[in-house]
């Protein structure tokens, strides 16, 4: 089992920045992707950025040039640096992280989530 910490988030006024973590702990495997997402009430969950077990770097549309998500594989965590927030950045955000087992078996986890409110 996986056990997803984040943290990071809060209250910003527009044009601010915030950072996230989230550090993943149990039974991790050598390979993962791991990344963001975010749902606010009444939408669909979105992937905001993530990093694949391929060496790939996926971002939204949205948030492209402001948002920038690194990882440390060393400690299983994943950053996600958010500058020039906007209002519509509001949401809960959510780690999640996906992995394959040696013999082909898929896991799928998800964080708590850690609010992000952008308001003046």
């Known amino acids: 089992q996986v056990q997803l910490v984040e943290s990071g988030g809060g209250l910003v006024q527009p044009g601010g920045s915030l950072k996230l973590s989230c550090v993943a702990s149990g039974s991790v495997f050598t390979t993962y992707d791991m990344g963001w997402y975010r749902q606010v009430p009444g939408k669909q969950r979105e992937m905001v950025a993530r990093?694949?077990?391929?060496?790939?770097?996926d971002y939204a549309d949205s948030i492209k040039g402001r948002f920038t998500i690194s990882s440390d594989k060393a400690r299983n965590a994943v950053y996600l640096q958010m500058n020039m927030l906007q209002p519509e950045d509001t949401s809960l955000y959510y780690c999640n992280l996906y992995q394959l087992s040696p013999v082909g078996k898929e896991f799928d986890f998800w964080g708590q989530g850690t609010q992000v409110t952008v308001s003046s």
């Open positions: 990093v694949t077990r391929k060496g790939t770097t």
